[in-house]
């Protein structure tokens, strides 16, 4: 059995997981990414945690094959650079080189997104399809695709940000300089923004109590829904038909089996999947929706780790074979 490291980027956490041929998930560590001491101190910190995994699991660490991360923000997956990650403060970040020379095996990154869709993909909710299509809905809203075990880039590495459409009958200004973006309205801030503008033009809702409070999250939002409040009902369905337009133009350009819906926002379910359907029904050709399934992600937690994972395997086995080819 060959084994592979995936780890889970972010902000606040690093989470790193020891997962096996078979994408199920070993054991895994948690620690704080602690940004602001330096790209050596969080590389260092990856390499640490890889030690500990190996010394708590027993296993034989010359059976790790390659180590995969995600990493939040603009990445060049085929130098393995950080191009850009705002919450990192990484500016090109020779990610894979200098974490390879730390752990003595090839390693491997993409964008933090592009990895749960491929977790999904290849061991979660879209397992055996042949065409995923995946939505991340957290702070923001972010894509992916994965076409018979590849993900789809697009020219740059663009591909998948169906979170900066710009929405008819939206104006928020977005962080990426347009104003009105899908993301604006669906992702968790989006559906607190709606709340919150929405009580304080005075309308009536059981979430006045936690927004006076400066506490309203979108996790009150679905409470609310499912106690029946209006306003919870009206955000939660505008929220899915904005969702659904998005997707829309993603199912007509992809044909996919399956689209999988992860991040904390997928947490909604179908108080959010069943205005997204609806809309889908008005809005594109029936022939695809025959085809296609629409499923909550499967690997909430794990799925960075197990794409992470997954991705490693994929481009180390490549680039074993494309050694192997220009040595004869
Ligand atoms: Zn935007």
């Not at 065409?131 to 957290?138: D, E, F, L, N």
């Not at 899908?182 to 979430?207: C, F, H, N, P, Y």
Request: proline share 2%; net charge negative.
């Amino acid at each position: 059995m060959q084994y592979m490291i995936g780890i889970d980027l972010g902000g606040t956490n690093i989470v790193c997981g020891l997962v096996n041929e078979r994408y199920e998930m070993v054991d895994k560590v948690k620690r704080p990414t602690e940004a602001a001491l330096g790209v050596d101190h969080v590389l260092d910190k990856m390499a640490d945690m890889i030690d500990e995994l190996f010394a708590k699991t027993g296993l034989d660490r010359s059976h790790l094959l390659a180590v995969g991360a995600g990493i939040p923000g603009f990445i060049d997956p085929e130098r393995g650079v950080s191009i850009f990650a705002s919450n990192l403060k990484w500016h090109d970040v020779d990610v894979a080189g200098r974490l390879s020379v730390k752990v003595g095996v090839p390693v491997f990154i993409d964008n933090d997104v592009r990895m749960y869709v491929y977790g999904e993909a290849m061991s979660g909710a879209g397992r055996g399809a042949g065409v995923v299509h995946g939505v991340t809905i957290g702070t923001g809203l972010a894509a992916a695709t994965v076409v018979n075990g590849e993900l789809y880039y697009g020219s740059g590495f663009m591909a998948g940000e169906l979170g900066h459409v710009a929405i008819d009958g939206e104006s928020t200004p977005c962080g990426c300089g347009l104003a009105g973006c899908l993301e604006t309205v669906v992702s968790a801030t989006g559906i607190v923004r709606q709340a919150k503008q929405a009580l304080d033009a005075g309308r009536d809702s059981i979430l006045r109590d936690s927004h006076e409070r400066g506490e309203l999250t979108a996790a009150h939002v679905s409470q609310a829904y499912d106690e029946g409040d209006a306003l919870a009902v009206d955000i939660l369905t505008y929220t899915g038909q904005v969702l659904g337009k998005g997707l829309a133009y993603s199912i007509s350009l992809l044909s996919p089996d399956v689209i999988v819906i992860g991040g904390g926002g997928a947490l909604a379910g179908d108080r959010l999947f069943q205005s997204v359907r609806e809309t889908l029904q008005r809005s594109v050709y029936h022939g695809y929706l025959e085809r296609l399934t629409i499923r909550q992600g499967e690997l909430i937690d794990d799925g960075g780790v197990i794409g992470s994972a997954a991705f490693a395997k994929n481009r180390a086995e490549k680039l074993r074979h494309s050694t192997a080819g220009s040595a004869i």
